[in-house]
T-cell receptor, first 114, second 111 residues
Framework: EAGVTQFPSHSVIEKGQTVTLRCDPI?????LYWYRRVMGKEIKFLLH????????ESGMPNNRFLAERTGGTYSTLKVQPAELEDSGVYFC????????????FGPGTRLTVL | GNSVTQMEGPVTLSEEAFLTINCTYT??????LFWYVQYPGEGLQLLLK?????DKGSNKGFEATYRKETTSFHLEKGSVQVSDSAVYFC??????????FGTGTKLQVIP
């Protein structure tokens, strides 16, 4: 089966612009997660969808970040307006429903804000 | 809250050397513990895991034992190869779904 895919692989934007990242989970995975790694630090949790509902968004840094998962399939993460400190690698992961199922990670999107 | 502390890198080893990457954690309850690996240009992959105390996770010659008494999950490999060069992340998952990661340790193995 195809793995988790993310688009784009790299994005370079200027401060104040808007960027939208996309994640396509593994087919049939109800759980979708967003994480990010900033400045070579630890990978931090952003939020968790179960199907189209936000189960946990405690890691979202501020209201410049908006995540959606309409229809419970792919998800988008929009940053508007982008700031310098938003630069980093954004990972998406998905897992099957319920229980302690393994999370499968995508390759990440490297975002650079100039 | 949960946290993971792992040794800072980069770690540079010669091929066939012994590898240890230290990892300790803080968590309530009984978390599951993981090591993830990110090879250059690729995404995160689960390397191994352990779900309860004294469990040993192993894969591709790597091992880690869940030590509740020392809250540790050190990664070891007896003989590293150039192909093991990557960034290694220690992580835990508690009662909630989200995974808590350490900062990552970059390993470079030279021929």
């Amino acid at each position: 089966e195809a793995g988790v895919t993310q688009f784009p692989s790299h994005s370079v934007i200027e401060k104040g612009q808007t960027v939208t990242l996309r994640c396509d989970p593994i087919s049939g995975h109800d759980n979708l997660y967003w994480y990010r790694r900033v400045m070579g630090k630890e990978i931090k949790f952003l939020l968790h969808f179960v199907k189209e509902s936000k189960q946990d968004e405690s890691g979202m840094p501020n209201n410049r970040f908006l995540a959606e998962r309409t229809g419970g399939t792919y998800s988008t993460l929009k940053v508007q307006p982008a700031e310098l400190e938003d630069s980093g690698v954004y990972f998406c992961a998905s897992s099957r429903s319920s229980g302690h199922n393994e999370q499968f990670f995508g390759p990440g999107t490297r975002l650079t804000v100039l | 809250g949960n946290s993971v502390t792992q040794m800072e890198g980069p770690v540079t080893l010669s091929e066939e050397a012994f590898l240890t990457i230290n990892c300790t954690y803080t968590a309530t309850g009984y978390p599951s513990l993981f090591w993830y690996v990110q090879y250059p240009g690729e995404g995160l992959q689960l390397l191994l895991k352990a779900t309860k105390a004294d469990d040993k996770g192993s894969n591709k010659g790597f091992e880690a034992t869940y030590r509740k008494e020392t809250t540790s999950f050190h990664l070891e490999k007896g003989s590293v190869q150039v192909s093991d060069s990557a960034v290694y992340f220690c992580a835990l998952r508690g009662g909630y779904q989200k995974v808590t990661f350490g900062t990552g340790t970059k390993l470079q193995v030279i021929p």
